[in-house]
């Protein structure tokens, strides 16, 4: 008899760790699910502060070639040049 109530404890105790892992593993996931969702809102955030600044580049770019089309041409010149032979250097030594 005294077996029987020592094994039924025993089921007893397994059944409440297998409900406390459950309960921790609930809790790992929703710490989770924020921890992503803050990320995906800082991306998000990031993202859109970069394409704010990618927009106020191009028009300033655009803004001094308007107001100043030789040097731009002499500038846009200038980096074709050097690009151009940074890479016929680098693919001559392949």
Avoid at 7 to 33: H, T
């Amino acid at each position: 008899m005294e077996e029987v109530k020592k094994d039924k404890s025993l089921i007893d105790e397994i059944k409440l760790y297998e409900k406390k892992a459950k309960e921790i593993e609930q809790r790992a996931k929703e710490k989770y699910m924020e921890q992503v969702s803050d990320i995906k809102q800082k991306l998000g955030k990031a993202s859109e502060e970069a394409s704010i600044k990618a927009k106020e580049v191009i028009d300033n770019v655009g803004s001094y070639v308007k107001e100043h089309p030789q040097k731009a041409a002499i500038i846009g010149f200038g980096v074709g040049l050097g690009l151009g032979l940074a890479l016929g250097w680098f693919f001559k030594k392949k």
